[in-house]
């Protein structure tokens, strides 16, 4: 995991100041700092209107359409975080005008309630090795390796890196990845 930092003879004195040198040294971070910043300051979801009007869907259908988590990813983030107590979560369900401000895919698992990031700062290999493996071993089949955080979803079964591609994997991650 790439470690960023300021040479000494320009290092400030000003703790914030040093915290917006590596935030903006890490545009993957800096993204992902503005989208939760800004859903922290979102007004919360409106109530679920039960007239029926989902787009097909139904209150009925397993899904929650109040802007929810699915109950796929809660039973998931469940079994995870019994295992691995503590973790942080960072994002997870996001309204598509969210999703769009902060730069998430346009299919994203997060709109449907179906993905978690979690923060992963200072955490060493072995340990991410060990939350890799048991995100899968929980149910999560989609897993993204940045720098400091891990995306999991209960979408399609999938591994990417900071370009969003596979081949973006660091390569201490191929032996936790199952697909």
């Known amino acids: 995991m790439p470690t960023y930092s300021v040479p000494p003879q320009e290092q400030a004195q000003d703790p914030i100041l040093e915290a917006a040198k590596n935030f903006m040294q890490s545009p993957g971070y800096a993204r992902q700092f503005m ?33 929810g988590m699915s109950p796929e990813a809660l039973a998931a983030w469940e079994r995870l975080s019994g295992s691995f107590p503590g973790l942080n979560i960072t994002s997870a369900y996001r309204d598509p005008a969210h999703n ?15 993905a978690y990031d979690v923060s992963t700062a200072g955490m060493s290999q072995e340990s991410l090795g060990d939350l890799l493996a048991g995100a899968q071993d929980a149910g999560f089949t989609g897993i993204g390796v940045y720098d400091d ?26 032996p936790y990845i199952r697909y």
């Open 100 to 114: 769009a401000r902060v730069g998430g895919a346009k299919g994203s698992q997060h709109m449907h309630g179906n």
């Open 35 to 67: 989208g939760n910043l800004e859903g922290a300051m979102a007004p919360p979801p409106a109530p679920m209107d039960t007239s029926g009007g989902y787009g097909g869907h139904t209150p009925s259908d397993g899904h929650d359409h109040s802007g």
């Open 149 to 174: 955080s891990l995306h999991f979803d209960v979408g399609p079964p999938r591994a990417w890196g900071p370009s969003y591609g596979r081949e973006s994997l660091p390569a201490w991650v191929a």
